[in-house]
């Protein structure tokens, strides 16, 4: 099984080539570099968590809203119209928004209203380019019809994008800050657009496309040689919806963790490696997702949700305790470890509604969920860690990740009642 999925991913890592894998890569970076370019001038001109935890809200809650009315408008527009002319806003969306921010640091800062500096911020999120839906929309539809596995492995590759951007928009940030400075986040991500725009106009067949090769018969045959059996029954929207709201749960885990770490590193005047440290959580995470995206689907999805939320719960408790930097890097990375196995695990109990459902914008829904819970995540931790209080912020996490396992009782029920077994009345 294992086997047949990463073949399916290395066939289609190699159809659509490096220049197009290099470049999709790219495109997922903008949405983190500005965020937490964001956290890093506000934290440096303000000396403040809260003031970047709302910043970075508003910036992913615009992102959510883009995200929703995507499909609106690139079934009137069209997927050229509506990618370049994102880009193209983008740009002085980002040259504005990098302007409020360097006057925070003058004596205009008092200038800048909190107003003008929240809009500015939704300006640029309701901007970027939403490669990355459509990007997972083009590999989600001809998979439709086909083999779960080829499914599954699509899943895999596109969530590790969704997941590593992070750690690799990070690691970007530690190079350009120490040679373009502070701002370096801000012109990145115009460079980007611009390199979008000119993708757009001259190269239009680099853009989103559907995967060539879909798997044969003899790829999705048992090793008995039987045909593989594929389930058509609707999943309940009560088990759908369950899984979206747990995934705005984990995505709340990683903005709060976000807000709380800067806290972390302006109180110990260490911000240079803000970069650093979600370089090394987030890093972790995703090298211990993708072997359980590709082979943990034997588990049973609630067994799998109750076990991941304890070990996520268990890990969040270290954060708080931790007071040196270096032990503050082990933890990171223990938590890390505890995030990827969650993540995988909920986006195979995601895979296993996206091969029943017949809702084809289920990935759009997806995708919004996981920009809400950065939002909601991001804003209430920078609320908690301001000042010699950032140890509040990491309650956040914690509270999440008992709030997600909560949740894994009321999936598993969902699941038992569904797919399990019929239990028979009480007598009474």
Not at 160 to 173: G, N, S, T
Request: proline share 5%; hydrophobic share 50%; net charge neutral.
């Amino acid at each position: 099984m294992l086997r047949i999925r990463l073949r399916y991913l290395i066939r289609t890592r190699r159809e659509e080539g490096f220049l197009y894998s290099a470049f999709d890569v790219m495109m997922h970076m903008p949405v983190a570099l500005i965020g937490m370019t964001l956290f890093l001038v506000i934290a440096r001109n303000l000396h403040t968590v809260h003031d970047g935890g709302y910043a970075v809200g508003a910036l992913a809650f615009a992102y959510t809203l883009k995200i929703s009315t995507t499909p609106i408008l690139e079934r009137y527009c069209g997927l050229r119209l509506v990618l370049g002319g994102s880009a193209v806003l983008h740009i002085p969306a980002v040259l504005y928004l990098m302007h409020l921010s360097n006057m925070l640091a003058t004596e205009a800062a008092a200038s800048v209203t909190t107003f003008e500096y929240a809009a500015a911020c939704m300006l640029a999120g309701y901007t970027l380019p939403p490669w990355p839906v459509i990007v997972h929309e083009a590999r989600y539809n001809p998979t439709k019809t086909s083999d779960p596995e080829w499914l599954f492995a699509m899943v895999a590759w596109t969530n590790v994008e969704k997941l590593a951007l992070y750690p690799l928009a990070a690691f970007v940030l530690v190079l350009l800050n120490s040679l373009m400075g502070i701002n370096a986040g801000f012109w990145a991500a115009i460079l980007l657009a611009g390199l979008l725009i000119f993708v757009v106009v001259l190269i239009p067949n680099v853009l989103p496309r559907t995967p060539k090769s879909l798997p044969s018969d003899s790829d999705v045959a048992r090793a008995d040689g039987t045909a593989q059996l594929h389930v058509q029954e609707t999943p309940s929207d009560s088990i759908s919806m369950v899984l979206i709201l747990g995934l705005m749960v984990i995505s709340g885990c990683i903005g709060s963790v976000g807000s709380a770490l800067l806290g972390f590193a302006l109180n110990h005047n260490a911000l240079s490696l803000y970069p650093l440290m979600i370089t090394i959580c987030l890093g972790t995470a995703v090298i211990t997702m993708l072997p359980v995206l590709l082979g943990a689907d034997k588990i049973v999805p609630w067994h799998g949700w109750l076990s991941s939320g304890v070990v996520l719960t268990l890990a969040a408790l270290l954060l708080p305790t931790v007071d040196r930097i270096s032990m503050m890097m082990v933890g990171l990375a223990i938590y890390g470890v505890a995030l990827g196995i969650v993540v995988g695990g909920h986006k195979l109990a995601l895979a296993h509604v996206l091969v029943r459902t017949p809702d084809t914008q289920m990935s759009f829904y997806i995708s919004g969920a996981m920009a809400l819970g950065l939002t909601f995540g991001a804003t209430w931790g920078g609320y908690l860690g301001s000042g010699p209080y950032y140890r509040n912020a990491f309650i956040v996490p914690i509270v999440a990740a008992c709030l997600y396992f909560c949740m894994g009782h009321l999936y598993g029920y969902l699941w038992r009642r569904r797919y399990e077994e019929q239990l028979a009345p009480l007598d009474g």
